[in-house]
């Protein structure tokens, strides 16, 4: 069964997307404004509009991603580019613009929940820790971490060597990418400091001393 959000405040167009695209496996959650979600609620896809009485669509998207990469396709009125473009930007994985058909709309739902069903190629996940680099949302257990630019590159070549121990040479050639002549030696130590204190990772994110560093899968 596959739980969906529709956060809508025009009434007729959310219970007819509900009553046209029902089916066994759907189960519709149906909000008429931001207040009406709750995070704790179980949702495999939102169906969301932008302009709400009580908020804007897009500061909802901002703030979901900071701890959920849920998929969510934008409903709005408005059909300017710069529209789309900022929906996509804070993590939109689709975005239709009314009036809409809802054959379309049920497409693009079903599209969406198989690629979510699929095995991510960019992300991380073991029971404590979620990594979603496209995404770049990180989750510790259930908590949202922002990590930087440098501490993504770092995370990711550690999970994807996962049980591997890594040089220092070879993290610092492949985080370091901008063409650099030099790179302070202490940079790639304070790096991992950083990221050990972000995530909690002490027991994970292991020294190899005199070789360089591992990411140890849960024992």
């Not at 202490?186 to 990772?201: D, H, I, M, P």
Request: proline letters at 2%; aromatic letters at 10%.
């Amino acid at each position: 069964m596959k739980d969906i959000v529709i956060i809508e405040d025009d009434a007729a167009l959310n219970h007819g997307i509900a009553l046209a695209l029902r089916r066994d496996d759907f189960r519709f959650h149906q909000c008429f404004k931001l207040g009406d979600f709750k995070a704790s609620e179980k949702a495999d896809l939102i169906i969301l509009d932008v302009n709400l009485p009580d908020g804007n669509g897009f500061d909802f998207l901002k703030k979901l991603r900071k701890m959920s990469a849920t998929p969510v396709i934008m409903l709005t009125a408005n059909d300017l580019e710069t529209d789309e473009v900022m929906g996509f930007e804070l993590g939109a994985d689709d975005y239709v613009t009314k009036p809409f058909s809802l054959m379309v709309l049920r497409a693009r739902i079903e599209k969406l929940l198989r690629k979510t069903g699929e095995p991510k190629k960019d992300a991380y996940e073991d029971g404590t820790y979620s990594f979603d680099f496209e995404r770049m949302v990180f989750l510790a257990g259930a908590e949202a971490v922002e990590l930087s630019k440098t501490e993504q590159r770092l995370l990711r070549l550690l999970v994807r060597n996962q049980d591997q121990t890594l040089t220092r040479d070879f993290l610092v050639d492949r985080i370091w990418t901008d063409g650099a002549e030099y790179v302070d030696e202490n940079a790639l130590s304070v790096t991992v400091a950083r990221l050990r204190k972000k995530l909690n990772a002490n027991d994970r994110i292991q020294t190899v001393y005199g070789i360089g560093y591992s990411w140890r899968a849960k024992g």
